[in-house]
């Protein structure tokens, strides 16, 4: 296996949060250059539409202005399924705080990311709505019969309601969809992680990691101090339903939103020089989302 | 090189299968051929050893001599049986012994220490075994037994020290010395196999890695398995994992592969074993119910600090087993984290070699095949707890056949031709079969001709044999093997 590169551009950039106009604005810039479709504007916001590089899977992402709340006033992301039957929960985003004047989005061909820099949790007061993740995965051949695939996650949206996802965690809790062939999951808050939900998978030791028996820092790591580095692969219901596009896993906490320098080659066995953002850190395991386009013509080595 | 490690099985070039009963010598030689045909090398062959203490010193004779001479043959009781060949005294200045007598007769000399030299001598002429005297005082004196070729093949000899003079004892102590295939990635090892009676049974096997000793004791029951690379091995029972303390029946060791394309530490001195009831049930192994062992750029030790604990990494699933979109389960390279002792902390030490982890539970020392590989299941554990349900494996060959023809050895009294008779002409050392076939018979192997013991030098061919002992001229006699 090998990292699945999407060959489609990669996207990095900021959305203001001044005012919902501003906010608006900025995601469709990013959506634009990212290269989603823009299938119809509604009331204060938009819908967008991505595909998979193959073109073959597609999902839906809607924007537009959400709820207040006592944490201020929010934008709301909502997946959707390419027919838009399946609607996956409101994730909402808080804008127009002045002390978070920018969100930071790392955007691909059909993977969307959204936090405020260098924080893994939400700083607003009477609400957890800071960050959201959407894509459809990388699906390999051992799962061909697969029309429609999608994930969501995100914080909780209200207050005290901490959620986990791909921001703070592999593993989701309490605030997240996943959709596979028209059957969408939407999270419920007392799953119990034997339940299978929305995760990255990575290599730990196998006792139950939610205890606190006989972890050390250095469990995952080699003696030479590195971790190992694996595919992001993801799914639910324990199964690896596939890959997130353009990103790997370290099985070590990283410094969150670190920018590192990584090589890699492609199925050509041509060398790249890439660069990754830190997107997530946590104690066993680190999400690291491609910040370098890689130009179509290298082949992808991901299976 | 991919940004992504590999987690692709390494395979060794050579692993063999192989069951044996489970006493000490079937053991022994089995783990032994087993080991060597895929790349061990049998480093020391230790001989068998045993000793008998005469806390009273030994009966002397002194002259002058007298005539006529009694003639004396082999009493009841013999002064000193060794597996069976007897050895009584005589008095040298008024005895001679009998013709024919089923007993060697020894003369006694003029102290302790000459009779039971005179002993030694006898007994090292006459059977496997070496022997030699020490004095501790002028009464106390210490016989000692070392078989005359190294192996197991001599442990579990019974000495017969008469009961008056001397104690019982049994020969133990033989086995083998082996040393782990090199590559220059994997820790070189040596596993010493002996035989040493215990309350835990009478296996011993040692692992010397890093200047210094690890040691399990395995119970010497039932029906082993035994399935093995270059580098170690996974050996199972048939009455299963034993019980604790008294039966000990599993035992599974590897030194991981390093390799330093991989970001390991080529350099590094490890090794993981694991002893009986440790691992059956868990792919994690917290010395539960046995000693798991390591050695980690030190000398062999056992874990109290959870940190250090072996621990074999796969993905993080609680519950359910993980499988692919497919269906099927993933199945990676065993990575093995575990920590120095006293260090409190664990690192991934390297990858088993032909070994998996397999992200299901199966039937511990069972058997599954995976795209058309056979694996024996080394250990399994479900997904109770919120741990993760996984499976270590090790590729398991099909059996082999015994090469053809058998190997030569254990000698005796392992392959001694049972039930061989006929008659026979004696000239000194030298015997000529009349009747009967002298083909297969071992080297110091007994043999009785006209109902004296004597002890085989050589087979020459079918008809003629050489003995250790010179003899007399006798014609048409009767020879017969045990």
């Given at each position: 296996m090998g990292i699945a590169y999407s060959q489609r551009a990669i996207v990095t950039g900021q959305i203001r949060t001044a005012t919902l106009g501003i906010f608006l604005s900025d995601v469709d810039i990013v959506m634009a250059q990212a290269g989603w479709q823009k299938i119809r504007e509604i009331p204060n916001g938009a819908v967008y539409q991505c595909f998979t590089p193959d073109k073959k899977l597609?999902?839906?992402?809607?924007?537009?202005?959400?709820?207040?709340?006592?944490?201020?006033?929010?934008?709301?992301f909502t997946p959707l399924s390419a027919n838009e039957i399946n609607r996956g929960f409101d994730y909402f985003i808080i804008y127009g705080?002045?002390?978070?004047?920018?969100?930071?989005?790392?955007?691909?061909?059909?993977?969307?990311?959204?936090?405020?820099?260098?924080l893994a949790t939400s700083p607003y007061h009477f609400d957890q709505s800071s960050c959201f993740a959407f894509g459809i995965p990388f699906v390999n051949n051992l799962n061909n019969g697969v029309t429609d695939i999608w994930w969501a996650n995100g914080d909780g949206g209200g207050p005290f309601f901490v959620s986990e996802h791909f921001r703070i965690s592999p593993r989701c809790f309490m605030r997240f969809n996943y959709c596979l062939n028209g059957v969408m999951f939407s999270s419920v808050n007392n799953a119990d992680p034997s339940q299978g939900m929305l995760t990255l998978f990575y290599l730990a030791p196998t006792w139950n990691l939610d205890t606190n028996i006989g972890q050390t820092a250095f469990t995952t790591k080699f003696k030479t101090g590195q971790p190992i580095n694996l595919d992001a692969l993801v799914g639910w219901q324990h199964v690896v339903q596939g890959q997130l596009w353009d990103a790997f896993q370290r099985t070590q906490a990283e410094p969150l939103d670190a920018i590192q320098s990584y090589k890699d080659t492609d199925s050509d066995g041509n060398p790249m020089d890439l660069k990754f953002q830190v997107w997530m850190s946590s104690f066993y395991d680190s999400l690291l989302l491609l910040q370098t386009t890689v130009s179509p013509g290298g082949g992808n080595v991901a299976y | 090189m991919s940004l992504i490690d590999p987690l692709e099985i390494l395979y060794s070039n050579a692993r063999a299968t192989k069951s044996f009963a489970g006493d000490t010598d079937s053991f022994i030689n089995g783990v032994k051929k087993c080991l060597v045909s895929v790349g061990w090398t049998l480093t020391e062959s230790i001989p068998s050893t045993g000793f008998i203490v005469y806390p009273f010193g030994a009966p002397t004779a002194a002259g002058p001599e007298t005539f006529p001479k009694h003639i004396v043959g082999c009493p009841a009781t013999p002064f000193l049986g060794v597996g069976g060949v007897q050895f009584s005294l005589f008095n040298p200045y008024s005895e001679t012994p009998a013709v024919g007598g089923s007993c060697f007769m020894v003369p006694a000399g003029d102290t302790p220490i000459s009779t039971l030299s005179n002993l030694a001598s006898a007994v090292t002429l006459n059977t496997p075994f070496n022997a030699s005297v020490t004095a501790q005082s002028p009464s106390y004196f210490i016989m000692t037994f070392t078989a005359k070729i190294g192996g197991p093949d001599f442990d579990g000899v019974f000495i017969d020290g008469n009961g008056r003079w001397a104690t019982l004892a049994a020969t133990q102590g033989g086995g083998f010395v082996l040393t782990s295939k090199f590559d220059p990635e994997i820790t070189q090892y040596k596993v010493t196999l002996t035989a040493i009676p215990s309350t835990y049974g009478n296996i011993s096997v040692k692992f010397t890695v890093g200047g210094g000793d690890g040691l399990i004791t395995l119970t010497d029951q039932g029906t082993y398995t035994i399935v093995a690379n270059g580098y170690g091995f996974f050996l199972r029972n048939s009455l299963g994992e034993g019980n604790y303390p008294f039966t000990n029946y599993s035992l599974f060791v590897m030194a991981p592969k390093m390799p330093a394309a991989e970001n390991f530490d080529p350099n590094t001195t490890s090794l993981f074993i694991l002893g009986p009831r440790t691992f059956k049930n868990f792919t994690f192994y917290s010395s539960s119910g046995g000693p798991e062992i390591t050695a980690l750029d030190t000398v062999p030790g056992y874990h109290s600090n959870v940190s250090e604990w072996p621990k074999l990494l796969a993905y993080r699933n609680p519950g359910t087993p993980l499988t692919a979109a497919n269906g099927k389960p993933i199945v990676h390279a065993a990575y093995i984290s575990f920590g120095k002792l006293n260090s409190g902390v664990s690192h991934i030490i390297g990858k088993l070699p032909d070994c998996a982890v397999f992200s299901g539970t199966l039937t511990p020392y069972g058997e599954t095949e995976i795209e058309g590989q056979i694996y024996v299941v080394v250990s399994s554990q479900d997904g109770g707890n919120s741990n993760t349900a996984s499976s270590l494996l090790m590729l398991a060959p099909l059996p082999a056949p015994d090469p053809v023809p058998p190997a030569p050895d254990p000698i005796y009294p392992a392959t001694q031709p049972q039930n061989r008779n006929g008659t026979c002409n004696i000239f000194g050392a030298g015997v000529t079969a009349l009747s009967g076939n002298f083909t297969g018979l071992a080297t110091q192997s007994p043999i009785t001709i006209d109902g004296i013991p004597y002890f085989i030098l050589s087979v020459e061919d079918a008809t003629h044999l050489t003995l250790t002992t010179a003899t007399v001229v006798k014609e048409g006699v009767v020879w017969t093997v045990p």
């Open positions: 597609s999902a839906k992402l809607q924007v537009a202005e959400g709820a207040s709340s006592f944490g201020g006033t929010r934008v709301a705080n002045p002390d978070f004047p920018v969100y930071q989005v790392i955007v691909g061909v059909c993977q969307f990311f959204l936090s405020i820099p260098t | -």
